[in-house]
């Protein structure tokens, strides 16, 4: 069975750094659009920073300049390396990947199941 597995969350200070991995498992042909999203406690789920499978890359405002979203298609693995965290990324991290299976099978997005990541200042 495919799998999105994200890590690398955890408690940092204001000021600090971390790099989530969201790392796909299982029999995969190819992965295309990749996103990280975060949910606060009480808040929706925002998407945070996207990359397309030409490497093309966006960001949400409250974040840019500080994330960068990269991806190592032969290790099957998409970063998020924050920068300059502050107490107001502190979150819920998700990692959402289009995944084909096979040549002839579907084009299907899955979800991780979340990385905390707490922010203290």
């Known amino acids: 069975q495919v799998q999105l597995v994200e890590s690398g969350g955890g408690l940092v200070q204001a000021g600090g750094s971390l790099r989530l991995s969201c790392a796909a498992s299982?029999?995969?042909?190819?992965?295309?659009?990749v996103g990280w999203y975060r949910q606060a406690p009480g808040k929706q789920r925002e998407l945070v920073a996207g990359?397309?499978?030409?490497?093309?890359?966006n960001y949400a405002d409250s974040v840019k300049g500080r994330f960068s979203i990269s991806r190592d298609n032969a290790k099957n693995t998409v970063y998020l390396q924050m920068n300059s965290l502050k107490p107001e990324d502190t979150a819920v991290y998700y990692c959402?990947?289009?995944?084909?299976?096979?040549?002839?099978?579907?084009?299907?997005?899955?979800w991780g199941q979340g990385t905390q990541v707490t922010v203290s200042s």
């Open positions: 959402n990947a289009s995944l084909k299976i096979s040549v002839l099978s579907q084009t299907t997005a899955y």
């Open positions: 299982g029999s995969i042909f190819s992965i295309g659009g």
């Open positions: 990359i397309t499978s030409g490497g093309s890359t």
